[in-house]
């Protein structure tokens, strides 16, 4: 197991699945075709760009990723998913997050209680040590668990 410790944006104690992405992380593009079917169940990744993920299912697991890319809608899009509740439960930045992929989290934990995690500043070995599949711990004080 490898413990990494990060800045807490929105944290809770919780346990589950990672999904990886090595590259910017593009929200609308990533979940549009998900997001705008009503009878979605989960989010299937559909940004052919990003071959990490294209084609998974991202829905209630820990999101790791250098950072967010795109353009201005990346926060409703973090919400709009969340008040479906198809939204990834944790995003786990190496980097910074940005200010609208916060804003997006922050807003849907204080008007719909989502739930929903988001630590930055975990550093490149993060991503580097972490692979798909790997289970995930993270702790309330910024702390997540590889393993």
């Known amino acids: 197991m490898k413990e990494f410790h990060g800045r807490v944006i ?34 299937i990744v559909s940004d052919q760009n990003n071959k990490d993920l294209y084609k998974k299912n ?3 697991k820990a999101l790791c990723l250098p950072e967010t890319i795109g353009s201005t809608t990346g ?8 008040v479906r509740s198809l939204a990834p439960k944790a995003w786990l930045f190496s980097h910074h997050i940005d200010p ?6 922050i807003l849907s934990n204080v008007w ?7 630590i930055d500043e975990l ?20 702390t997540v668990i590889v393993g």
């Open 112 to 118: 719909n209680d989502a739930g929903l995690i988001a």
């Open 75 to 82: 926060g409703m899009v973090i919400q709009t998913i969340a």
């Open 10 to 43: 929105q944290a809770q104690n919780w346990t589950g699945e990672a999904v990886v992405s090595h590259q910017g992380f593009n929200t609308l593009a990533s979940c549009q075709t998900s997001a705008l079917l009503a009878t979605s169940k989960k989010i």
């Open 58 to 60: 991202i829905t209630g």
């Open 123 to 142: 550093g490149d070995d993060f991503l580097e040590a972490v692979k798909s599949g790997d289970k995930i711990t993270i702790k309330e004080d910024g």
């Open 100 to 105: 609208l992929a916060a804003s997006g989290i």
